[in-house]
């Protein structure tokens, strides 16, 4: 027993040899979390670099495109409405006879309306012979001479710049001294049929409001502005930034490009933006460096102003993502893979294991989400330490999640009520296309047809869109009856509004000529169009034209008569297709033309087919290739012997069948009809 002493370890030598594994455990601790605290950071930073730059451009096109709706909906709707303003022939009448009070008073009293009908209640009319600029707002209601206009002086160039080419409008931000304003002018020019100027006219809105609506900042670190196809800044939310009367200046130094830092960007940026304006609807986001730093841009065209859309975002300003959060991430790996290192180090030490085990039992609590779990450590030592430490932690933590909850709870609260607003947007939008639906049928003579047609017809009708540019028309006296089909150019809303022009042409020329000879009436309805549209020569990139076809059914001769303007007329009988060709031009056409009549007999049993290039046009089959004029006569041929009932289901499932999973191109409408010997225009076959 006495040699037992000498077979236990010494105690110093144990403590000694347990403080020497110590220190080189944490020398060894303090290397290895360095290395992956280090390579942590670095891929970490690269993530988040990376991550914002993304995130960052995204932004940044989500905001030029949310800014170029708006912008589209406010300006374009002024535009539209300045366009009908300068349209107005009390206006022309006026601008050649300024000194005359009737035709003073007759434009002041149509243009009450409209001023009322602007955004800022306010239009400008500028006379080209005499330069008088006169202004109307809700201070003055009525037209009042202000000033005139003087080619020397600066303020006034922007005029004269504007006048020096014919384009139908511009848009200048410009202060005006003399009415005290700084406005966004929106400047229609108003001509003659030669294309000499009468003068400009147009409407403002206030800057400082188009400013705050259109590109009011709506996240920090975005900012969204207006350049024109040179790049200079016709609006910022900054008023210093703005070139005000940009038509007039050839050199600016408020430009996009100004506050780039380098050569290459500028060019990159001057590439992104002529590429944007010929693209016209698509977003190009972008990476520039400025003076100020590294900027996400995105560049959206507004093809209809001449305008595009920058959106900068300065993604060490956006709050994309906090740094914080990431660092907190760092510190709180670090200290749970030095907390690992310990365990395993001190892991056979009495003292050191429970404490170990009630730690790792709250790290497994707070990865389960009970972030309250609180150690509360009386020790002085290393694990009072790092027990306290881990509180602080998940005191943090605890603090962050909450406040992260409470931000992803009202970024979801803004989700659906943007979700709402667009809903309610669409409902809307839809609700007024079907009310222009039913408007456009009213126009369309089917009751007409089915009670007073005194023979057999059919009639397809299939917009491409809820309404479309097509119709047809049918007017019946005893002695002769009168039918027609009319292709508009354009489909959907334009084409629809192009159908109340052709209906209102057609309707004067039925009133002024006699319906026995159709070619007559395509001219008179050809004179009335470009009546009602005098600025189609400075409208070149719309297309305003229409193709007509009209027959002309005489009772006691038993003849047809039809004129076409690009539309023909298709006959079969028995089992004879054939067709009669209309004149190649159409109506409001680029220059007015005279158009042919052509007569053939009424007989039994022949059926007429008036379409339009719709159904002529339309792609399907195997290989995508058009119906055409062959495929129509081939399926005339095969159906040319059954009634008009029976030809109209046959047709719609014809075409359904040749167009398969192809989208419909175009408005098509076919008007069918015949007469057999019991109809009015063949009495002696009745009398019998």
């Known amino acids: 027993m006495t040699d037992l002493p000498h077979l236990l370890p010494d105690p110093q030598t144990s ?307 906090s740094a914080d959060i990431v660092n907190l991430a760092l510190v709180g790996g670090a200290m749970i893979l030095i907390l690992v290192i310990l365990t395993l180090t001190i892991g056979f030490d009495r003292l050191v294991l429970r404490p170990l085990q009630m730690l790792t039992e709250s790290a497994r609590r707070i990865a389960m989400g009970r972030y309250e779990t609180r150690l509360q450590s009386s020790r002085n030592d290393e694990i009072g330490a790092l027990s306290r430490a881990f509180d602080s932690m998940a005191s943090q933590v605890q603090s962050h999640t909450r406040e992260l909850e409470q931000r992803v709870a009202e970024r979801t609260r803004e989700l659906q009520a943007t979700h709402t607003q667009l809903t309610d947007t669409h409902r809307q939008l839809t609700e007024s296309i079907r009310y222009a639906s039913l408007i456009q049928r009213v126009i369309l003579p089917d009751r007409q047809l089915s009670e007073r047609l005194r023979g057999q017809y059919f009639v397809v009708w299939h917009p491409r869109d809820v309404v479309g540019g097509d119709f047809y028309l ?46 007559a009436l395509l001219e008179s309805a050809d004179r009335a169009v470009r009546t009602m549209m005098p600025d189609t020569k400075r409208l070149e990139r719309l297309a305003t034209s229409m193709d007509i076809g009209l027959c002309y059914v005489e009772w006691e001769s038993r003849k047809v008569h039809f004129a076409g303007a690009h539309i023909d007329l298709f006959t079969a009988r028995g089992t004879e297709v054939g067709y009669i060709r209309g004149d190649r031009g159409g109506i409001n056409d680029r220059r007015s033309r005279s158009f042919t009549c052509r007569t053939v007999d009424l007989e039994p049993g022949t059926v007429f087919y008036l379409v339009t290039d719709g159904i002529l046009d339309q792609s399907g089959g195997e290989r995508g290739l058009p119906f055409g004029r062959t495929g129509f006569e081939n399926w005339i041929q095969a159906h040319c012997g059954l009634p008009l009932t029976a030809q109209e289901k046959a047709l719609a499932t014809s075409l359904e069948e040749y167009r398969g999973t192809h989208p419909q191109r175009d408005d098509i409408t076919i008007l069918a009809f015949c007469f057999d010997s019991s109809s009015p225009a063949f009495p002696e076959e009745t009398v019998s």
């Open 15 to 321: 403590r000694q040899r347990a403080t020497g594994l110590r220190r080189k455990v944490g020398l060894l601790l303090l290397v290895i979390s360095t290395a992956v605290l280090l390579l942590s950071v670095a891929i970490g930073q690269r993530i988040m670099r990376d991550l914002t730059t993304d995130l960052s451009l995204r932004l940044a096109v989500a905001e030029a495109e949310l800014t170029r709706e708006k912008i589209q909906a406010l300006v374009g709707r002024e535009l539209a409405m300045a366009q009908r303003f300068a349209g107005l022939s009390a206006l022309v009448d006026w601008l050649l006879k300024e000194q005359e009070a009737p035709a003073r008073t007759r434009f002041l009293a149509e243009a009450a309306g409209f001023r009322q009908a602007f955004a800022d209640q306010s239009y400008f009319v500028i006379h080209h012979r005499t330069l008088a600029y006169y202004y109307a707002d809700p201070k003055s209601p009525s037209a009042r001479y202000r000033y005139t206009l003087d080619p020397t002086k600066g303020d006034d160039k922007w005029y004269f710049s504007t006048m020096d080419h014919a384009i139908p409008y511009t848009l200048n931000v410009n202060p005006d001294a003399t009415l005290k304003v700084t406005n966004l002018w929106i400047n229609v020019q108003v001509r003659n049929a030669a294309g000499i100027p009468l003068g400009l006219v147009g409407t403002g809105m206030q800057l400082d409001g188009f400013l705050k609506t259109m590109l009011a900042p709506r996240s920090a670190g975005a900012m969204s502005f207006i350049v024109d196809a040179q790049g200079r800044i016709v609006a910022h939310p900054d008023p210093e930034r703005i070139e005000y009367g940009a038509m007039g200046k050839h050199d600016s130094s408020r430009t996009v490009f100004s506050e780039l830092s380098e050569d290459l960007d500028r060019e990159t940026l001057a590439t992104t933006l002529a590429e944007t304006r010929r693209r016209g609807t698509d977003v190009n986001p972008l990476q520039v460096a400025t003076l100020s730093g590294t900027r996400m841009m995105a560049l959206a065209h507004l093809p209809e102003l001449g305008w595009t859309v920058v959106s900068s975002v300065n993604p060490a300003a956006a709050g994309i993502l």
């Open 474 to 519: 049918y007017r019946e006296r005893s002695e002769d009856c009168l039918f027609g089909v009319i292709d508009c150019a354009g489909h959907g809303v334009p084409g629809a509004f192009m159908t109340m022009i052709a209906h209102a042409a057609l309707e004067r020329a039925i009133l002024e000529q006699d319906w026995s000879n159709p070619a």
